[in-house]
């Protein structure tokens, strides 16, 4: 079965600091990946996606940017933290094709920027 | 434009009650429309998955209905228990292209159920 971890669970860091968000994916290949920003009282909000490795799609211009070093693997960063940046991430997978329609989410990583 | 407008934004009900959400929306093209629940601090985990012409579909005690010429869903919970207390997300997804679909998210209903 397809698992799906991100890590770390919860991270405080202050302004000006940088960032490195992982998650990986288990059980499949050549997944579609996804990264959303959930902010308290808000909607999930698409950040980026990939297709393939090193394949990275914008959804929306911000401080953040997403690697994908690794087929299973999916990097978010950014170099100067803002307060702004604060929320709760969420990486997701799907399947190709028709499968995409069905996303299946990781535990989150809670972020503060103090 | 497309949106996914949930209602209410917040429910607090009692142990054993029922009780519905709503959820309209624009998306189109139509391609399925998804309920998702998420415990606080946890990331969504499907319910339930509706197409263009299903009209109801359950799971437990959880029924999702949808009218797709008013473009509304809704998520009956029958005799709710404690831990049903989550934010329940409505997603509509559409077709961009053939290669990858994209999901309309609404803002999610806040239910608390109270002993």
């Known amino acids: 079965s397809q698992t799906i971890h991100q890590w770390p669970a919860t991270l405080v860091q202050p302004v000006g600091s940088p960032l490195s968000l992982e998650c990986t994916v288990e059980g499949t290949s050549n997944p579609n990946l996804y990264w959303y920003r959930q902010a308290a009282g808000r909607g999930l909000q698409l950040l980026f996606y990939s297709v393939g490795i090193g394949q990275i799609s914008s959804e929306v211009p911000q401080n953040l940017s997403a690697s994908r070093p690794q087929d299973r693997q999916f990097i978010l960063s950014s170099k100067k933290l803002l307060l702004s940046d604060s929320g709760f991430y969420l990486c997701?997978?799907?399947?190709?094709?028709?499968?995409?329609?069905?996303?299946?989410f990781g535990p989150g990583t809670r972020l503060t920027v103090l | 434009k497309n949106q996914v407008e949930q209602s209410p934004q917040s429910l607090i009900i009692l142990e054993g009650k029922n009780c519905t959400l709503q959820?309209?929306?624009?998306?189109?093209?139509?391609?399925?429309l998804r309920w998702y629940k998420q415990d606080t601090g946890r990331g969504p985990v499907s319910l339930t998955i509706?197409?263009?012409?299903?009209n109801t579909k359950s799971n437990g005690r959880y029924t999702a209905t949808l009218d797709a010429d008013t473009k509304q869903s809704s998520l009956h919970i029958t005799a709710s228990q404690l831990s049903d207390s989550a934010s329940y997300i409505c997603v509509v997804s559409v077709r961009r292209g053939s290669t990858l679909g994209r999901l309309y998210f609404g803002r999610g209903t806040q239910l608390t159920v109270w002993p």
């Open positions: 997701a997978w799907s399947g190709t094709g028709a499968a995409t329609d069905t996303q299946y």
């Open positions: 959820c309209n929306y624009t998306v189109s093209p139509f391609s399925n």
């Open positions: 509706m197409t263009f012409s299903e």
